[in-house]
Nanobody, 121 residues
């Protein structure tokens, strides 16, 4: 059964770093674009980053550009979100997705369970 499994969330101090991982356990989504979204308490789900199936093209939200890097390792069926210079406003549940190459959540049909990222002041 196809499944996206996320890991790497946790508590970190402002200015620190975290790396999120999302594994495709059955190699179902190797030819799909992959993305990350986040949702803070009381707010709408926001686009964070996306990478094309080839790994050549990437999109980033303005709020994370220059701080976050999305990459994929097809040999390991895994995508990563490297988050540096974290700020308290980055605190949210982060969701891994697979689908079309887009910043719109409706273009992604497959979602992970979400992982909590908390950044303290």
């Amino acid at each position: 059964q196809a499944q996206l499994v996320e890991s790497g969330g946790g508590l970190v101090q402002a200015g620190g770093s975290l790396r999120l991982s999302c594994a495709d356990s059955t190699s179902t989504f190797s030819s799909y674009a992959r993305g990350w979204f986040r949702q803070a308490p009381g707010k709408e789900r926001q686009f964070v980053a996306a990478v094309s199936y080839s790994g050549i093209s990437t999109l980033y939200a303005d709020s994370v550009k220059g701080r976050f890097t999305l990459s994929r390792d097809n040999a390991k069926n895994t995508v990563y979100l490297q988050m540096n210079s974290l700020k308290p406003e980055d605190t949210a549940v982060y969701y891994c997705t697979a689908g079309a190459y887009s910043a719109r959540p409706e273009e992604y049909k497959y979602w992970g369970q979400g992982t909590q990222v908390t950044v303290s002041s």
